[in-house]
């Protein structure tokens, strides 16, 4: 399953703007886009979302979403995010 930068973002809690961010900046990119230019993001990617399988850098403007990732599993209860740099 595909989803569309948008549907994505909201599933993550951010704004579709935060998510073209971090396509700009290398941190998260689309599976794929349309002709049209319209930016997918697979189930996977949504998954290692979840899991916490995305680094982000101590320091850097990711760590905006990375609180707001945390926040989430704390919501349910599942393990936290890793960011490079922590002690």
Do not use: C, M
């Amino acid at each position: 399953k595909f989803y569309k930068a948008g549907e994505f973002a909201e599933l993550i809690g951010i704004t579709s703007v935060t998510l073209r961010n971090w396509d700009t900046r290398g941190w998260l990119k689309p599976h794929h886009r349309s002709p049209t230019g319209y930016r997918y993001y697979s189930e996977e990617q949504l998954q290692k979302y979840y899991n916490g399988e995305l680094i982000f850098e101590k320091g850097s403007d990711a760590n905006v979403g990375a609180n707001r990732f945390n926040e989430i599993l704390e919501k349910y209860k599942t393990r936290p995010i890793l960011v490079y740099g922590d002690p």
